[in-house]
């Protein structure tokens, strides 16, 4: 077992983010390029119009960036949270006095479970419907598979790491037969 772990919170919105990132300035110049063609000319308002939608485009989705890119370092002693470009926080494991289990219903049908530390007992509503829950140093919830929860179950105080394994020991893979 590694002596630290690394996780993602929210590992899809990063790496998607990450690809449209660079394609951006490909795509507007494009518009641009089609657009210059079509007047047949330079003409000055449309140069404006070009660098505002750019540096909106470029911006919005540096801010998804830097909100998705939030990770957390998990070790024996505590957690380490990284959340953009502010300084890391350590909380020891006493800090969190909650590990629980929450869902919310991906297209109304497949429940999609996460692992939710928390500094306070949150509701049941907010567990059925973690994804409305921001992730911030009070309340980090993690996807959960299989290799997530090997590790936090690994790496965890005895209490927690009981409460995560009594709250986890029901779910199951969903079966879905699609064929009459």
């Known amino acids: 077992m590694k002596n630290k772990v690394r996780l993602f919170l929210n590992p899809s919105l990063f790496i998607e ?3 449209i990132f660079p394609m951006l300035p490909i795509f507007f110049l494009l518009i ?3 657009i210059y063609q079509l007047n047949g000319g330079l003409n000055t308002t449309l140069w404006i119009l070009f660098v505002l939608m750019e540096s909106f485009a470029i911006f919005s989705v540096f801010f998804v960036l830097l909100n998705t890119s939030a990770h957390i370092v998990i070790s024996e002693k505590g957690v380490e949270f990284h959340h953009g470009f502010k300084k890391p926080v350590f909380h020891p494991w006493d800090y969190y006095g909650y590990c629980e289990k929450g869902y919310y219903l991906y297209y109304g049908a497949f429940p999609s479970y996460y692992i939710v530390l928390s500094t ?3 509701k049941t509503c907010e567990l059925t419907k973690i994804n409305s829950i921001p992730v911030s140093e009070k309340v980090i919830k993690i996807k959960y598979n299989k290799k997530s929860f090997e590790t936090f179950s690994q790496i965890l105080p005895s ?3 009981l409460s995560l394994e ?3 020991k029901d779910i199951k893979a969903p079966k879905v037969n699609f064929l009459p």
């Open 17 to 19: 983010s990450l690809i």
């Open 32 to 34: 641009f390029y089609n």
């Open 166 to 168: 009594s709250q986890f």
């Open 159 to 161: 209490r927690l790491s």
């Open 120 to 122: 306070y007992k949150l």
